[in-house]
């Protein structure tokens, strides 16, 4: 009895925090006050503690010296607090262990905190933490199984740390928030659950909890608040998994305290971490250690998205107010993924809040962003978020990138030809929109389905007029239209389940559409030498992708070290292509279908505490070549000891749905998606290759990967036109001709990252050391750099917390990208008098842009209740500080034998305004 009293004794006597805050909320709402109170107004939260049994701290000097003279007559607690705190411009926030702060700045709540510690323990009060076990452990060694979720809002929490007390046997949650611990000692120990953002809380096991649903549910931290104590993950803006290799994890909620160009974005905020490109402004997509945007799998509740950009790329696809949370994997991933060369994006939407029905919202300078939740009875809920752009000053500035560029004459004697080189004649109406809904059904505790949706569009149209250098012996009237219609349509249908103790599972069937409709074309004359020449051609690019899928994963913790994750998959896609010239002439005709179909299986291993395997096997068939590909997995990490980690992982990728580089040295290379046959277009194949360490304390982070990945059937589609002299030449022929070519690649490189996790000051440095060359034999006989070759990249991100502020400073630099320029023309008079003309091409991707590189800045401010939530902020960011001008890309025209050149820049100094709410 002796050993069984002393082990309680000692529970009862430490000093930790419980699940209490509810219990304090229910006397805010049902205790009624009918008193009146004069004098100072500490002596009132004193009676009310007494009174009402409630801890309340503050700090006595200020409080003392405010007065109250009013008298309440049967008024609920809550609403004297609330009226007290707003007459004196004060804030109250409830811990969860019940303890009520009154402050005056929500950065008053640490020290609030250590004075009520230190008060404690002055006065050697050790309260009663947890409840004690109500009886005698009847049950030993046993599986417990359990969720963790918001206390707020009833979302489930992914990635959330939960321990056993005082023994090694702890735990991570998954995807839906479940989670299993095996061999739990009795059914009275006491379970600690973190996660970032939320209080860390203790919870007593009773015979009771384990006969029925286990729900553990944790309360947010205070908004405004920067020091968070997490066990088991990070509790920065973007993080890393320590048990994972090249993860990184993002919840949308902080990224109003990073700058941007029209409002929160999910998908730019990866462009900030080492291994990610930053310096493509006109793209969303994940140009991931060496790979371009297409070998990154990017997955929405399941279902694939092929175009992940809207408006020319400055914002991203996905809703800010619609995701919970994303996992980016820069490479050697999981046996679950596949599909994808370089790396996978995977995201997750909000189920929407099952507690209360909310209504919230951003509007910028750039669009407006709408959302509304609620909870439907009490076993489901929905969610829905609209977005739409809107033509402002910010968008006719973005416009104005297309329109304004500086034309350079390259023909020798030529000279430049100064500023001016596309006329701005006019900013036609482009826009986008997309549209987010998701329903969740809980029959059970057991079982959930949900059903997602999103559709989203992009309306653009570049049309502009053209003026080259004046030559007394040309003119010319030009106008370029340019119009592209596209978007996404995706949907899925999903069904988790908890078939045991030991097995949980999740099955997806959805549906992913992409189109593109492209028209560009000119239309004019030219006069030059006295002869006047009519210009009207045109180009037609139509794109469709038809994606049908069916996924099941499953999960199941076969012993304390070990567990098994396993699934299958299979797709059916169609994927059609047109591409005409001047309404006659189809060059690309192409309609493929294909079904992928195949399983997997992966052991998670922990042979001891220090020690994490992961091997895995995945194994697709491709219809279209009738082949099997064996992809084998391996990652591992290492603690050397509590600081130090070492981590490795290696892989097979194969990519059978490609995004062609259709290559087109005058106006850019245009990209559009189509199956791999195994003839023209080859499957794509990768090998990963990744090494690393880290160092990380309370405060600290410094990261160390190295990176090889060696590339296969790489493809480029080329269309080559002998004669023609260009759309401004007269009298000669043309002759078309296209062409596939194949190729192989490889990418390496190097990362560092220093990140400060916590404190008022938080932010990294990251550094990336890079190689990226293809080897086309069709091209030339060696490698040649790849157009995302980025040799050093650089960047700095700086945030500093005060008060309800928060300021933010970034700064990006990187080498310039490659590309192919044309250096000159001449024109050869044929035997039959007709004239052909010929580009003389610099080597393949054998020039640079200039280096790049801009500074932003943001200043973010939180608008807070009485009770220290947040329900919204006021941000204002500033983009490119210093204006410095960086290059997007260059366009050139051919005119009387000579290339015209014009350059087209990226965003200058570019402010912006975003206000965030949130409405009840």
């Known amino acids: 009895m002796k050993k069984l009293f002393l082990p309680l004794l000692l529970i009862l006597t430490i000093l930790s925090v419980a699940a209490q805050a509810q219990q304090t909320k229910q006397i805010l709402k049902k205790a009624t006050v009918d008193h009146f109170f004069t004098g100072p107004l500490d002596q009132m939260m004193d009676t009310l503690s007494i009174q009402y049994r409630i801890p309340i701290v503050f700090e006595r000097d200020s409080l003392h010296q405010m007065d109250i003279a009013e008298h309440f007559f049967n008024e609920s607690l809550m609403s004297v607090l609330k009226h007290v705190c707003r007459a004196n411009n004060l804030q109250y926030w409830i811990e969860n262990d019940g303890t009520l702060y009154i402050m005056q700045r929500p950065d008053d709540l640490p020290r609030l905190r250590k004075m009520y510690s230190f008060r404690k323990s002055a006065f050697k009060i050790k309260p009663v933490a947890l ?131 029209g409002e929160r974005d999910v998908m730019r905020a990866f462009q900030l971490m080492p291994g990610v490109s930053a310096t493509n402004e006109s793209s969303s997509g994940a140009y991931v250690r060496g790979g371009t945007p297409d070998q990154n799998l990017v997955q929405f509740d399941g279902f694939t998205v092929y175009q992940v950009d809207h408006l020319y790329g400055f914002f991203s696809a996905f809703n800010s107010n619609a995701v919970r949370d994303l996992e980016l994997y820069k490479g050697g991933f999981s046996a679950k993924y596949g599909g994808r060369l370089s790396s996978v994006t995977d995201i997750r939407g909000k189920d929407g809040n099952k507690n209360e029905a909310n209504i919230g919202g951003d509007l910028s300078l750039l669009s407006t962003n709408i959302y509304a939740e609620t909870p439907i009875g009490s076993k489901s809920s929905v969610l829905v978020a609209f977005r739409r752009s809107y033509q402002g000053p910010l968008y006719d500035k973005i416009f104005g990138q297309f329109n304004t560029s500086t034309t350079t004459n390259n023909a020798p004697g030529g000279g430049p030809g100064g500023r001016g080189g596309f006329a701005n004649l006019f900013t036609p109406s482009s826009h986008f929109y997309d549209f987010n809904a998701k329903y969740t059904y809980a029959p059970s505790s057991r079982n959930t389905f949900s059903w997602t949706f999103y559709s989203g569009s992009d309306d653009l149209n570049n049309t502009r007029g053209l003026n080259f250098p004046n030559r007394s012996s040309s003119s010319n009237s030009i106008t370029v239209n340019d119009y592209l219609k596209s978007g996404n349509i995706g949907s899925s ?30 239309t004019g004359s030219v006069t030059d030498s006295g002869v006047t020449k009519s210009i009207n051609n045109s180009m037609v690019e139509t794109n469709r992708l038809h994606d049908v899928s069916l996924k099941s994963d499953w999960e199941l913790q076969t012993g304390s070290k070990v567990k098994l994750l396993f699934g299958g998959y299979a797709s059916y896609l169609n994927i059609k292509y047109l591409y005409t010239q001047n309404d006659t002439s189809k060059l690309i005709d192409q309609h493929n279908t294909g079904v992928i179909t195949g399983g997997y299986g992966e052991l998670e291993i922990d042979p001891n505490s220090k020690l994490h395997l992961q091997p895995g096997l995945r194994a697709t068939y491709y219809t279209p070549t009738g082949k099997f590909y064996p992809e084998p997995r391996f990652s591992a990490t290492y603690d050397l000891t509590s600081n130090w980690k070492l981590k490795a992982a290696t892989g097979r990728y194969y990519q059978f749905t490609n995004r062609v580089t259709r290559e087109d040295i005058t106006g850019g290379d245009r990209y559009f998606w189509t199956l791999a046959n195994n003839s023209s277009t080859p499957v794509g194949s990768a090998n990963h290759f990744i090494g690393g360490f880290s160092y990380e304390t309370n405060n600290w982070l410094f990261d160390v990967e190295g990176y090889y990945k060696k590339l296969d059937g790489l493809t480029e589609y080329s269309i080559r036109q002998q004669g023609g002299g260009g759309p401004f030449s007269a009298g000669s022929t043309q002759t078309i001709t296209e062409n596939y070519y194949t190729g192989s690649g490889y990418a390496k490189g190097v990362e560092f990252l220093v990140q400060k996790k916590v404190g008022l000051y938080t932010g990294w440095i990251g550094y990336t050391l890079a190689q990226a060359r293809n080897k086309f034999p069709a091209y030339q006989d060696g490698y040649f750099a790849s157009p995302q070759d980025i040799r050093h990249e650089f960047k700095s991100i700086n945030m500093y917390h005060w008060q309800r502020w928060s300021f933010a400073a970034v700064f990006i630099f990187s080498t310039g990208h490659p590309y192919t320029a044309p250096l000159g023309s001449y024109t050869v008079t044929n035997i039959d008098g007709n004239k052909t003309t010929y580009l003389t091409i610099s080597g393949k991707y054998g020039e640079r842009l200039p280096d790049y590189h801009r500074l932003d800045l943001s200043a973010t401010y939180d608008l807070l209740k009485i009770d220290g939530r947040k329900y919204g902020s006021i941000g204002i960011s500033l983009f490119n500080v210093y204006n410095h001008v960086n290059t997007w890309y260059n366009e050139y025209y051919i005119q009387n034998n000579q290339v015209i050149t014009s350059t087209i820049r990226y ?6 305004i975003t206000l965030s709410l949130k409405i009840k």
């Open 131 to 261: 409840p004690a076990p109500k009886g005698p452990p009847t049950r030993f060694s046993f599986a417990l199984t359990g969720k963790v979720t918001d206390q707020n809002t009833g979302e489930s929490l992914p990635g959330a740390s939960v321990k056993v007390r005082n023994i090694d046997l702890t735990t991570l949650t998954n995807a839906n928030g479940n989670f299993t611990l095996l061999n739990v000692p009795s059914d009275t120990v006491a379970i600690e659950v973190s996660y970032v953002g939320y209080q860390p809380d203790v919870f007593r096991l009773s015979s009771d909890k384990l006969d029925g649903s286990l729900v553990l549910a944790l309360y947010p931290t205070m908004n405004a608040l920067n020091e968070v104590t997490v066990t088991g993950k990070k509790a920065g803006v973007l993080n890393t998994d320590s048990k994972k290799v090249s993860v990184l994890q993002l919840t949308p909620a902080a990224l109003d305290k990073l700058p941007n160009i």
């Open 493 to 522: 249908l999903k069904w988790s389940t908890t078939a045991g103790r030991k097995l949980f599972g999740n099955t997806i069937l959805s549906y992913s559409g992409f189109w593109s409709d492209r028209n560009r074309g000119m």
């Open 907 to 912: 965003l200058g100094f570019t402010p912006n």
